[in-house]
């Protein structure tokens, strides 16, 4: 069973494509329906949508910047887009950041039930519990492993550092003759750890084939969220453990995504995967990624920060994907640091999250990653810190503040509905209702009874 999320700024037409899904005995346990992309990205805060459906033209928000802060959100999520202009730019854009199909309006109801379909099938297809997966690993997943020849050549370029004279590029040009190539000239390098045990369990026993099933699933889980990403390189390392180099040419790179753009593309991927090993496999696991860097011979550098996010699990076992750039440079020197610094520093970055908040949190269309941005680190890591200083995540904290005044200003004030959902930053007033209900479980209208 599965959630859908219709985003039209046309009340009928999201109401219409309601009616058909109810109806197409589509295996469906919760159907949405929002009418600007900011109703949008609340429902996929609070419920866990599995399809998201867009109109690529709406108000305030587009299509194309809803599915961004989508995936930002949930990276796992899919995307149908509805268009009424057949523009290459629209679909190109869209196709981009994944979305499955791309549909012009006037729509053909079978059409789009076709696309639903073949999405939920896809979907259905991966959820199969771990014993079925160990069961037909093979069958489901068929990418080839490198060569032993290719992988001793990555964990060379890896780990090798070079000289001040010295370059990396003969054992790149040797990879290259093996059929991969990694030319650049833009790099990043993220470790998954694959965790055989977990922290209240002792290490778990496995014969040898279903470690190698384990290892081959977890590679082609790799692959195929790289889908996107060809130029990619994967490489199992040793110790459960696969590298990933990322790499980017000059025009992708200064292309109109920024280096900010292609962090929470890393973010989001070290997530996905995080997630994917979880629920396909049934291991945990830890990924570590590094900053990016120009030139070949980063890579060694690149590789370390890899291995030290990584390793910031054994301090935080609670949380499970770590970016280099998250912690302070000193944190890295060869004094660890004691368990009351890591603290201070901790509540100091939540703190200010949550005084940012605090005075922010009545703005249309704030996001996490602003206060991210604002707080100079990941929005995945300021998630994991705010939760566990403040006690609840940070959107539950944004809406607690929105529902408390919105509360006080229909209890206090003569202020219509209208004009509370715009002071709480609600882009409308029968959204805001909806909130609202959810929330004290009785709409604006029954507490001012």
Do not use: C
Not at 73 to 90: D, L, N
Not at 97 to 111: E, N, R, S, T
Not at 370 to 376: G, K, P
Request: net charge negative; aromatic share 8%; hydrophobic share 35%.
């Amino acid at each position: 069973m599965h959630r859908i999320l219709i985003v039209d700024d046309e009340p009928l037409i999201g109401q219409g494509l309601s009616s058909l899904l109810a109806s197409s005995g589509i295996g469906i346990e919760g159907l949405y329906v929002a009418h600007n992309g900011y109703e949008a990205l609340d429902y996929i805060r609070m419920e866990e949508i599995d399809l998201l459906i867009t109109d690529i033209q709406m108000g305030a928000m587009s299509g194309i910047e809803l599915m961004h802060q989508a995936k930002l959100i949930r990276p796992w999520i899919q995307t149908i887009v509805i268009s009424a202009h057949e523009t290459f730019q629209y679909a190109q854009l869209a196709m981009r950041l994944g979305a499955k199909d791309y549909l012009i309006k006037p729509l053909d109801g079978a059409q789009l039930l076709d696309s639903v379909r073949n999405v939920l099938l896809k979907l259905e297809k991966r959820a199969k519990t771990q014993e079925e997966a160990m069961e037909t690993l093979h069958d489901r997943f068929r990418m080839e492993e490198l060569s032993d020849a290719q992988t001793k050549l990555i964990n060379e370029l890896l780990t090798t550092v070079t000289s001040s004279n010295g370059t990396q590029q003969p054992a790149a040009e040797r990879l290259q003759k093996l059929g991969v190539r990694l030319d650049g000239p833009y790099y990043a390098v993220m470790k998954l750890q694959l965790l055989l045990h977990d922290n209240a369990a002792e290490q778990r026993k496995l014969s040898e084939r279903d470690a190698v099933l384990l290892r081959y699933g977890a590679l082609n889980i790799v692959s195929e969220l790289l889908e996107s990403d060809r130029d990619a390189v994967v490489s199992y390392t040793g110790d459960q453990q696969i590298s990933i180099i990322m790499q980017w040419d000059e025009s992708s790179y200064d292309n109109a995504q920024t280096s900010e753009s292609k962090l929470e593309r890393l973010d989001m991927l070290g997530r996905s995967l995080h997630r994917s090993v979880r629920r396909y496999l049934g291991l945990s696991s830890a990924v570590g990624i590094s900053q990016i860097m120009q030139g070949l011979d980063n890579l060694p550098l690149l590789n370390d920060q890899a291995l030290q996010a990584l390793r910031w699990h054994e301090r935080h076992p609670d949380h499970d994907v770590f970016y280099y750039g998250d912690f302070h440079e000193s944190l890295y020197t060869k004094e660890e640091p004691s368990e009351d610094e890591l603290r201070a520093q901790h509540n100091r970055i939540a703190e200010r999250a949550k005084a940012y908040i605090d005075e922010h949190y009545a703005q249309k269309g704030l996001t996490l990653h602003e206060v991210a941005q604002h707080n100079h680190v990941s929005p995945n890591y300021l998630s994991y810190l705010f939760k566990k200083t403040i006690g609840m995540n940070l959107w539950e904290y944004v809406m607690k503040l929105r529902m408390e005044e919105s509360r006080r200003l229909l209890l206090e004030t003569d202020m219509r509905r209208y004009e509370i959902a715009e002071r709480v930053g609600y882009e409308s007033p029968e959204h805001f209702s909806k909130i609202f209900k959810k929330y004290y479980g009785m709409s604006p209208s029954e507490l001012k009874k």
